[in-house]
């Protein structure tokens, strides 16, 4: 009877599966440091790009601001010299003079470019910059921003159209309707038509069109002062948000 001899593998220490885990766990780890960190380069290049594309939207919206303000200065004061010549005590009202004084008359609009933010906000990419300081400054410029926008579309622009021109229109005749466009300026039979012109309002016709065209003005004075507070603020914020875009951009 032959008899064959087994061999027996020793068994492993028990310290043997524990450096078999650390290796493994050390292996997993790695990769998942090296996959955070790739995540977190490409988190701030995103954030980069972002930071930079806002900070063109809100040049643009310095610079809208700055010709904002200056026309607004314009307006006012053109307007301002109107109303001291309506409260003169005088029988009468040169209304093709009164005409040709407050010449063309518009509404310029503020529309706040935000497109940047708005992307940033959507897709949830305001986690890309990591600065609660950062994000406050961010939401007081979207909340004073958005509010010069309010100023200027519903309360100076709605009473221009509702009011404002309507009235404007009322009190003028049709000669003195053409001064509120600038293009009948480049038509010379217009032109002529302005320059022999000759229109004065006495007694009850000069009382009305004082009345009138006075009240017209007197609230427009007041709708463009209060959009030219909020421009102002807006202009403020706008500038803090760039500086502070500056400093974040430096800290990338």
């Not at 900070?55 to 004061?77: A, E, G």
């Not at 509010?147 to 009473?159: H, I, L």
């Not at 016709?205 to 102002?232: P, W, Y």
Request: net charge neutral.
């Amino acid at each position: 009877m032959e008899v064959h001899a087994h061999s027996h593998t020793a068994r492993k220490k028990w310290t043997h599966y524990i450096w078999e885990f650390i290796m493994l766990f050390l292996a997993v780890f790695s990769g998942f440091l090296a996959e955070y960190q790739l995540e977190h380069k490409i988190e701030k290049e995103r954030a980069e790009k972002f930071l930079q594309s806002m900070l063109l939207d809100v040049r643009t919206n310095i610079s809208n601001l700055d010709s904002l303000i200056k026309q607004d200065h314009i307006i006012i004061t053109n307007h301002d010299e109107l109303v001291n010549w309506l409260i003169k005590d005088s029988a009468t009202i040169d209304r093709a003079a009164f005409s040709k004084s407050m010449g063309a008359i518009w509404v310029r609009n503020f529309l706040v470019r935000k497109e940047t933010y708005e992307q940033m906000r959507s897709s949830g990419s305001l986690r890309y910059i990591g600065n609660i300081e950062f994000l406050k400054k961010m939401m007081d410029y979207e909340r004073i921003t958005n509010f010069a926008q309010y100023r200027n579309q519903e309360f100076e622009k709605k009473y221009y159209t509702e009011l404002f021109i309507p009235a404007v229109y009322k009190s003028y005749d049709l000669t003195c309707q053409l001064n509120l466009d600038t293009s009948n300026h480049s038509d010379p039979v217009k032109i002529e038509k302005l320059a022999n012109h000759h229109d004065v309002l006495s007694g009850n016709d000069a009382a009305v069109f004082r009345h009138d065209m006075g009240a017209a003005l007197t609230l427009r004075l007041e709708r463009l002062r209060r959009s030219l507070d909020a421009f102002r603020d807006a202009r403020a914020a706008c500038v803090e948000m760039e500086n502070s875009i500056d400093k974040q951009l430096n800290r990338h």
